[in-house]
């Protein structure tokens, strides 16, 4: 459906964009300008124009990015208004911004038909100040997790705190948000999310302005063939060859890098034929190749580093016969739909984000999350029956063929160009 009359949508967003010194160009990440490319081009078939507002840094570090790398940026060409938000990383930061970043967002909401707010920003979201602004000036608003349910983040954060006083602090600040998140799903016009585990949290207000979606970052690039499916079968079903496990993404302890480590020591004692590569930099990086070298895998595991998100970590990834993901926190994994995609089987924790679509779509083998033991054992099972590999591949492709970055995006705009037309009939009346 295209709208009548243009409708302006506001992206208000947490993740930086950074300077360049050219004006006009900013860096971002990669992987979310093109969902930002996506989200403009599905709003634009649907009469959108698009604005994104988000913090500007003086200096982008690529692990704010929301992505694995940057890239150089015009807004303008890419079709879409950029402005600028002050930057901040903590409770400091956001006392000596929070005025100047009021005037910017209420400045930018004064030109929208529609305000796209989610519960995003550390330690206070941005969104917290929109929300009441444009329900004041009656815009219609849409509430989104993007991404992860954030509050089990946010708590482990409260309680890792120093002292007594700024624990009590910081789950006033965490009880806060849960009860603002609340209240934003009540009140909005169109509430988005990708994450199944904020379905389960706020059951009690889920009603049908509420949808879900597959967090996707697929697109034809990364979907392999049907003749590229049948060669990865072949491959799959060749055991005379070693198992080729893959990791790819930032390499911090709370992905479970190290127990991927531990499992394929384990297997390894017990006869299976496998082999690791690593993808991705971290703060935990240097701490997991000590330990594979300790695990005696030195022969076995390779660490790659960053490789730019594209074609180029395609072709490594497709390399690898079957994907591992070791998420310990209830989020969305992007690798899930991406490893879907490449023809890759899933190996994976179990984890409320994806369990389902994993599961129905007989796309991979679950564990219990953190069960090393029982991880192991899957790794084992995979060396032995390549044939259930080459089944999972097909189903996960099959599934991922539908649920792409652009189908995602363009569901989302044609809802919300549905909701703008029904408010706009009322208002006429």
């Not at 967090?215 to 080729?244: H, M, N, Q, W």
């Not at 703060?283 to 000590?290: A, M, V």
Request: glycine share 6%; hydrophobic share 45%.
């Amino acid at each position: 459906m295209v709208h009548d009359q243009p409708f302006v949508y506001l992206l208000i967003n947490h993740v930086p964009f950074g300077r360049t010194g050219r004006a006009g160009r900013f860096l971002t990440g990669d992987m979310w300008m093109q969902d930002v490319r996506a989200q403009r081009a599905a709003l634009e078939a649907v009469g959108g124009r698009l604005i994104v507002a988000c913090p500007l840094a003086d200096e982008l570090d690529v692990r704010n990015s929301g992505s694995f790398n940057l890239v150089e940026v015009a807004p303008r060409e890419e079709g879409f208004e950029y402005v600028a938000l002050p930057y901040y990383t903590s409770l400091r930061g956001w006392l000596s911004t929070r005025s100047t970043v009021r005037r910017a967002l209420k400045d930018a909401i004064d030109r929208a038909s529609v305000v796209h707010m989610g519960d995003g920003a550390h330690p206070i979201a941005m969104d917290q100040i929109a929300w009441p602004i444009a329900g004041q000036q009656h815009k219609m608003r849409v509430w989104v997790y993007d991404g992860a349910d954030v509050l089990p983040r946010l708590q482990e954060h409260a309680e890792s705190r120093r002292t007594a006083l700024e624990r009590m602090v910081w789950r006033k600040l965490v009880r806060r948000r849960e009860r603002f998140s609340r209240r934003a799903i009540q009140e909005a016009d169109l509430v988005f999310a990708h994450n199944a585990a904020v379905v389960k949290r706020f059951a009690d207000v889920w009603d049908e302005r509420c949808h879900v979606f597959d967090r996707s970052f697929v697109t034809e690039e990364a979907l392999v063939s049907e003749a590229g499916l049948r060669e990865r079968e072949v491959r799959l079903l060749d055991a005379s060859r070693p198992l080729k496990l893959v990791v790819a993404g930032r390499q911090i302890r709370m992905k479970g890098t190290d127990q991927v480590l531990q499992a394929m020591a384990r297997a390894a004692q017990a006869g299976a034929r496998l082999e690791l590569d690593v993808y991705g930099d971290g703060d935990d990086l240097e701490e997991f190749k000590r330990l594979a070298a300790t695990l005696g895998l030195d022969a076995r595991v390779r660490f790659h580093g960053a490789i730019p998100y594209g074609r180029g970590l395609f072709e490594r990834l497709s390399e690898s016969h079957a994907m591992v993901l070791t998420n310990l926190t209830p989020r969305d994994s992007r690798n899930v739909l991406l490893a879907m995609a490449m023809g890759l089987p899933l190996i994976a924790y179990r984890n409320p984000g994806t369990d389902e679509l994993i599961d129905s779509n007989d796309a991979g083998t679950l564990v219990g999350s953190a069960d090393v033991a029982a991880l192991a054992q899957a790794f084992v099972a995979a060396d032995r029956d390549r044939a259930t590999l080459a089944r999972h591949a097909r189903h996960g492709r099959a599934i991922a063929a539908v649920k792409t970055l652009g189908a995602c995006h363009r569901e989302r705009a044609e809802l919300t160009a549905a909701c703008v037309e029904r408010r706009s009939s009322r208002g006429s009346r």
